[in-house]
Structure formats: structure tokens, C-alpha cells
């Protein structure tokens, strides 16, 4: 009987030391989340930015180029991360900066094209991962917010508006349903 609560003192403190193994490797994984801020990522863009257009024209092509992969580089990690409020601030800035490009640069439209294209489909992609969050069955409430309102600055004020009134649908139908039972 002795040795069988040793057993189970042994146990216990193996267990003991696995929490806080746990615990310890949860913090760094948090520490590891939270370490690339949305404040982070603006200054990144803003140090890309500080060149000036007019001072790259012998370059503007290759500039754009590389521009154009860090940023495109930057939009996939964040939406494989599924960080989509920071994904959808780096497509905000990207397509001010293009428009901006595209009236200094006029000349130069096949260059900005592919990019125009690719932040073109950035935009839809992020408007379907927020649809696809905002229609799922177990959305919390701000859940649902955080994607309205990304649908509702990606320009998509009508559907933002109609999963909006199916989600009240659903919620007043899961009243009723209640209430009958």
C-alpha cells in the first residue's frame, strides 16, 4: 500500500512539472503570436514608402518589382496566419499607394498592371475568408463584427448587410425554437 502511494506521490509531481512545462511552452507560443503587431507592420511599410518615386525612374521597374514582392510576400503570411484585420490594413495602404503610382506614372501602366492585379486579388480573397468567418455557424458576436466591418471597408456594403440580417434571422428562428420546446 506504501509503495503504491509512492507510485502515486511520483505521478503527481511528474504531472506537476508537465503543467508547467506546458504552461511555460503556451506563454512562448503567445509571446511568439503577439510579437508581430499590426504597428510593426505599418512601420515596415512606412520605411518601404520613404523612397521616392521620382528618384527611382532609372530603377522604377525593378523598384516596383521587389516592392511588389515583399508586399504580396507580406499579405501571405498574414492571411496563412489568419490575421486578416492587419491583412486588410497592408491592401488599404498598397492600393493608396498604387493609385498614387498610377497617376504619377502614367506612362508606365504595363509596369503597375501586374501589381494592380495581384493587390485585385488579395482584395477578393480577403473579402471571402471575411464572408467565410462571418457565415460560419459558431461565429461570436465579435467575431461577426470584425468581419462586417472588414467586408464593409473592402467595399462590400450589401453583403455585409445581408449575412448581417441572416445572422439575426438565424438567431430570432433559434429563439422561436426554444420557446416551442
Do not use: Y
Not at 1 to 29: A, P
Request: aromatic share 6%.
Amino acid at each position: 500500500m506504501i509503495r503504491i502511494f509512492e507510485e502515486v506521490g511520483g505521478i503527481e509531481n511528474e504531472i506537476m512539472k508537465m503543467e508547467n512545462h506546458v504552461s511555460t511552452q503556451k506563454i512562448l507560443v503567445e509571446e511568439l503570436i503577439n510579437s508581430i503587431h499590426p504597428e510593426t507592420i505599418l512601420e515596415k511599410m512606412e520605411n518601404m514608402k520613404d523612397e521616392c518615386v521620382e528618384d527611382l525612374d532609372p530603377d522604377f521597374p525593378s523598384w516596383l518589382e521587389t516592392r511588389m514582392q515583399n508586399i504580396l510576400e507580406m499579405i501571405d503570411i498574414l492571411m496563412s496566419e489568419h490575421r486578416m484585420e492587419e491583412a486588410l490594413i497592408v491592401l488599404e495602404k498598397e492600393s493608396q499607394a498604387l493609385q498614387n503610382l498610377q497617376k504619377e506614372k502614367d506612362c508606365l501602366l504595363s509596369t503597375i498592371s501586374p501589381f494592380a492585379s495581384a493587390i485585385s486579388h488579395w482584395r477578393c480573397r480577403l473579402t471571402e475568408q471575411f464572408a467565410s468567418l462571418a457565415l460560419h455557424k459558431r461565429v461570436t458576436w465579435p467575431e461577426l463584427h470584425n468581419a462586417l466591418f472588414g467586408l464593409i471597408r473592402l467595399g462590400e456594403n450589401h453583403r455585409a448587410s445581408t449575412i448581417l440580417l441572416n445572422f439575426f434571422h438565424l438567431q430570432l428562428q433559434n429563439s422561436v425554437d426554444e420557446l416551442k420546446v
